[in-house]
């Protein structure tokens, strides 16, 4: 079975810091994909980054980006120049291609402070 | 632009009477998930449907139900909702079945049971 862990459930770092949440998963598949989303406060859960677990290089997305160590099953998300509207829930998920469906971590709260 | 809607945002209901949550998409997605979120954890899942295949989480209680009349609509019903069932509910749509894929999320429903 797969499990998604985030050891981290609250963070909270001063707006322009780069900030890091860490996320590691357990697997025997070979080929799958690892998400993070993010869930600002009462308001909709929407995709920051996807990696392919076959594409050694890191995905990024503007000032998103990704430490993906696969040796270590680790899939840490950099926030860099952080702003107020980067506070939010963020998850950590996991899935393959024949799987029905994501696993997720328990999330972390961040906060942006002003 | 193309979107997943869910209605109403908020839903009061009496402790044991059904209610009916609603789901639509412009995405034109086959796959359509209803997650139950309670506060500060992770999206759990409940069912989701594959065009008109419905799949069933194990642990879903048979108190859940789903209809998907069409690839546009979902509804969730709950039968005789207890206390334990005050939570976010959402709504996710994907392109296809498998883990290697984006889901797309509403907005939620947030349901409270007096």
């Known amino acids: 079975a797969q499990t998604v862990t985030q050891s981290q459930p609250e963070m909270s770092v001063q707006e322009a810091e780069t900030v890091t949440l860490s996320c590691t998963y357990d697997?025997?598949?070979?080929?799958?994909?690892l998400f993070w989303y993010k869930q600002p406060p009462s308001r909709q859960m929407i995709l920051v980054i996807r990696?392919?677990?076959?594409?050694?290089q890191n995905a990024t997305e503007n000032r998103f980006s990704v430490n993906f160590q696969k040796a270590a099953k680790s899939f840490s998300l950099k926030i860099s120049d952080s702003q107020l509207g980067d506070t939010a829930m963020y998850f950590c998920a996991f899935g393959y291609r024949g799987a029905q469906k994501l696993v997720f971590g328990q999330g972390t709260r961040l906060t942006i402070n002003p | 632009d193309a979107m997943v809607i869910q209605n109403p945002r908020y839903q009061v209901t009496q402790f044991g009477k059904p209610v009916t949550l609603s789901c639509s998409q412009t995405l034109n997605h086959n796959v359509m998930y209803w997650y139950q979120q309670k506060s500060s954890q992770a999206p759990k899942l409940l069912f989701h449907?594959?065009?008109?295949?419905?799949?069933n989480e194990a642990d879903t209680p048979d108190n859940f139900q789903s209809r998907r009349p069409n690839t546009s609509f979902c509804f969730l019903d709950i039968r005789s909702p207890g206390l334990g069932d005050a939570a976010m509910y959402l709504c996710?749509?994907?392109?296809?079945?498998?883990?290697?894929?984006?889901?797309?999320f509403g907005d939620g429903t947030r349901l409270s049971i007096l």
């Open positions: 996710a749509t994907s392109r296809g079945q498998g883990g290697d894929q984006p889901q797309h």
């Open positions: 990696q392919e677990a076959y594409k050694q």
């Open positions: 697997t025997s598949e070979s080929n799958y994909y």
């Open positions: 449907y594959y065009d008109k295949d419905f799949n």
